[in-house]
């Protein structure tokens, strides 16, 4: 049976989908991604709806 790959976000290197970084090639690469979030150079393009916002509050109780 053929192991099935998938490729690095951010190198673009082919990653078992057994290894322990996945989606990742590397700690590095894992890293270099941390990064891009904190720094915001991802973001997500749809705000919440009210309803998953409602939902949040209900399994984790009010914000403060």
Same mark, same amino acid.
């Given at each position: 049976?053929?192991?099935?790959?998938?490729?690095?976000?951010? !190198?673009?290197?082919?990653?078992?989908?057994?290894?322990?970084?996945?989606?990742? !090639?590397?700690? %590095?690469? %894992?890293?270099?991604?941390?990064?891009?979030?904190?720094?915001?150079?991802?973001?997500?393009?749809?705000?919440?709806?009210?309803?998953?916002?409602?939902?949040?509050?209900?399994?984790?109780?009010?914000?403060?």
């Amino acid at each position: 049976m053929a192991v099935s790959t998938v490729r690095c976000p951010i !190198c673009k290197k082919e990653v078992s989908r057994d290894d322990p970084n996945m989606p990742f !090639c590397s700690d %590095r690469c %894992r890293m270099i991604d941390l990064g891009n979030w904190a720094s915001e150079k991802y973001v997500i393009s749809t705000p919440a709806a009210k309803t998953e916002i409602e939902d949040i509050d209900e399994h984790e109780g009010p914000r403060q």
